[in-house]
């Protein structure tokens, strides 16, 4: 069994290919495994092969899969040939994101890829329990010594704090989030706060999806795209879902002047709170990610045991040296690399 860094990753084994949140999907592969429904871990084209794979995902992943890309796939929970089987279990990243837990027949390895991931649990969110295995795939995207954030928990009480009191003072408040993720996170854990709800409409539209996938989520209304129209009463504050975006944003700019909107954004990136603010032009900040900072991703290795790992996404050079200081047998996985076998 061999790993390639092509087509994001992909196993080749003697007479078969799994391909792992593949850009293309190759007709030839004998099965795919995608771990969520991002865009960046999502085939790059909406265009329908002539033969699809059999997609190992959760249920969740294959329908939004079908809103995003507009053709379906076989969703299987798990597959199996005579040269490997793959499982999933939770990966705790976004509602329907999984890890793909994959056992090669022939050496009796298990290889772990772990796509975007967190171990925290947050809100309805399980967070991921790392698995024993010989090889390691991780994400690292906060792979860096410097992106240890706070406690979840912590960052979404001092969040409703912060919400409420702005509510109180009868100012509408902006809750910034990606549609797919952090977006329905927040009305979880925030919608209560306010009857008054507005989504824009990318979010609005997952809220819908997830309600019919049986997430329970605070019902709101669909931000009308025309501005104009746009007419909130003055002395009842609401709350906005609004996609996470830059400074100046003609929606939130408008809205902002007119009724004093306040703006809050939620990201890993608000660990640097001045300069995050700054580009989104908001009011108030907190650290919330939907990935494991650089802390838990060194509790997954060493829960995890690997012989090999390789780090993938966002700071995986800077993880696989630290890694690598540790005692680990670390390599970053750069696209373009013809195998993987050939650091061992």
């Known amino acids: 069994m061999n790993i390639f860094c092509k087509n994001r990753v992909y196993l080749k084994f003697t007479k078969s290919e799994l391909l792992l949140d593949p850009k293309i999907v190759d007709p030839t592969a004998n099965c795919m495994f995608i771990s969520h429904g991002h865009t960046d871990h999502l085939p790059n084209s909406r265009k329908r092969p002539t033969i699809i794979p059999p997609a190992v995902c959760s249920i969740a992943t294959a329908r939004i899969f ?12 798990s597959w199996e040939n005579d040269e490997f089987s793959i499982t999933t279990v939770p990966g705790g990243h976004t509602f329907d994101s999984t890890v793909a837990v994959i056992n090669a027949k022939d050496s009796g390895q298990k290889i772990v890829y772990t796509g975007d ?17 010989n090889i390691l795939i991780l994400e690292a995207t906060w792979g860096n010594r410097d992106y240890k954030f706070p406690a979840f928990e912590k960052q979404i009480s001092q969040a409703r704090e912060y919400v409420q009191n702005e509510l109180a003072k009868g100012y509408p408040v902006a809750l910034l989030g990606y549609p797919l993720g952090k977006s329905q ?22 809220e819908q999806l997830h309600r019919e996938l049986g997430l329970n989520l605070y019902e709101t209304n669909q ?62 900040a907190f650290t919330i990610s939907d990935h494991s900072d650089y802390g838990s991703l060194l509790e997954i290795v060493k829960q995890s045991q690997p012989e090999k ?19 680990f047998n670390a390599v970053p996985l750069r696209e373009g690399q013809s195998t993987l076998e050939s650091f061992f």
């Open 223 to 284: 931000l009308p795209k025309n501005l104009h129209s746009i007419s909130f009463d003055k002395t009842n504050p609401w709350i906005l879902f609004y996609n996470h975006t830059r400074a100046r944003d003609p929606v939130l700019s408008s809205l902002k002047k007119k009724y004093n909107l306040k703006i809050v954004g939620f990201s890993g990136w608000a660990k640097d709170e001045t300069s995050y603010k700054y580009r989104l032009g908001a009011d108030a």
């Open 309 to 327: 790992i390789f780090t993938i996404f966002g700071n995986a050079a800077d993880l696989a040296r630290d890694l690598q200081k540790e005692g």
């Open 185 to 206: 996170l927040l009305n979880y854990c925030l919608g209560d706060l306010c009857d008054s709800r507005v989504s824009s409409n990318s979010i609005w539209k997952m």
């Open 66 to 77: 079908l809103e995003r890309k507009g053709y379906s796939i076989s969703q299987h929970d």
């Open 117 to 133: 991931i967190n171990i925290e649990d947050r809100g309805y969110l399980k967070g991921y329990k790392p698995q024993k295995c």
